[in-house]
């Protein structure tokens, strides 16, 4: 009897990490702001494509999250089409 509860125990515990263990972290960053402002709250610089470079006749941003699936989900914000949404000094 005791084997067969922990037995029944375990299966339960396993089935319920494999729920869990769904959603990564990199999973759950990877999701569509409303607006520059609601996405340099989590990315102050900006989101970028890797090898993004900025367009300017100033300095150029450098320090902006580099992320392909980040940048997909929002490049409705990147204005000037250089790669980096939102991107700010």
């Not at 869990?20 to 402002?37: D, G, H, L, M």
Request: net charge positive; proline share 4%.
């Amino acid at each position: 009897m005791l084997r067969k509860l922990t037995s029944a125990v375990c299966t339960v515990a396993v089935v319920g990490l494999g729920v869990v263990a769904t959603t990564s972290p990199a999973e759950a960053a990877n999701k569509t702001y409303k607006n520059c402002t609601a996405l340099n709250k989590a990315y102050p610089h900006g989101v970028g494509k890797p090898g993004a470079r900025d367009k300017t006749s100033g300095k150029p941003v450098t320090n902006f999250t580099r992320s392909a699936a980040i940048y997909k989900k929002n490049t409705k914000s990147d204005r000037d089409k250089d790669g980096i949404a939102c991107e700010k000094k």
